[in-house]
């Protein structure tokens, strides 16, 4: 019977068919095969990965002694953090009604430094007498610290005229806002007092000629409130005549019109007490004047931004306060 091919002696080449051959082409390629295989849609991945260089061995962090805390450096940064901290939320109270005006504080600062800067330039120039270096920084101090003992005597009476020039209406509400400087006041006094009475008490022990426990406890106690009271005394000096003893609770207008008073008052007690300074008459005049003066022109030029950008007068209600 004919088998059409398929019959067991003529099978497919191949070797797969039923005839002992198979269907497909013989095994390996043909020499003249066309066929290329499609290409990987992805290239191959990199046989070796990207792996991080190990990190170079450095130092090792050189660990603080516990001893640290009783060094010198870190005592007296702690004592000067301290006594500002104090110092700021005691003698830095601006009050609901103080206006921020961060021009006027830029136009402040450098009216402080071209007056420094023109002090040294003065003395540079014309020369000084000899200690006149000392004399000069001795008088800074001075005048930091005598500025506050004039806003308490002068400044009373610079607040009640305020009070009394502004309307009836408002005077009690002014009175009733005192309560702030005063307190400023009786914190400064006390930081006085408790300073004297140290020192007083040092010295009375050293008369005595305390010896063992009592006088280690009298001479580490005293010397521990002077450690930290001297620079927080020296710091309540500076705020509080900056602030004028947190003035602005009672009106914002109150302390330029106080810092106003007070320049021209310690201008009159520096020309008493040490006289002209060196140099031309012109420079001498401008050198006694040119503080006072300048201190004028940047509080009536701060009055005036309240009233013309904040609505702000003297003889007027404080508005709410806005940031500028």
Known sequence: MATGGWGPGTGQPGGNGPGGQGWGPPPGAPANNAYVPPQAPYPPQNPYPYVPPAPVPGRAPRRRSRLWF??????????????HRVAVR???????????????????????VLGAVATVALFMAYGAERDGWEDAATGGVANMIIAP????????????????????????HLRSRLHAPLKAVGW????????????????????NSLSGWQGFVVGLTGLAVLAWGIPFFLLASLYSAR???????????????????????????????????QGPPAVQYC?????????????LWEMRRMRTRFGVTVRGAAPVPVLR
């Open 188 to 207: 400064y006094l006390l930081t006085v007092l408790v300073l004297a009475g140290t020192l007083l008490g040092i010295g009375q022990a050293s008369k």
């Open 149 to 172: 003992v004039l806003l308490i005597v002068g400044g009373p009476l610079v607040i009640l005229a305020f009070v009394f020039y502004a309307p009836q209406h408002l005077r009690p």
């Open 243 to 277: 602030s004028a003893f947190n003035t602005a609770h009672v009106h914002p207008m109150l302390p330029p019109v106080v810092t106003v008073a007070l320049v021209w008052v310690l201008a009159v007690f520096n020309a008493i007490d040490s006289g002209m300074p």
């Open 90 to 112: 005691l003698f830095v109270q601006e009050g609901d009604g103080r206006i921020e005006d961060r021009t006027v504080d830029r136009v402040q600062v450098t009216r402080t």
């Open 287 to 299: 050198s006694l004047l040119g503080g006072p003066l300048s201190v004028t022109a940047v509080s």
């Open 70 to 83: 009783l060094s010198a450096p870190y005592l007296v940064t702690a004592i000067l953090r301290s006594a």
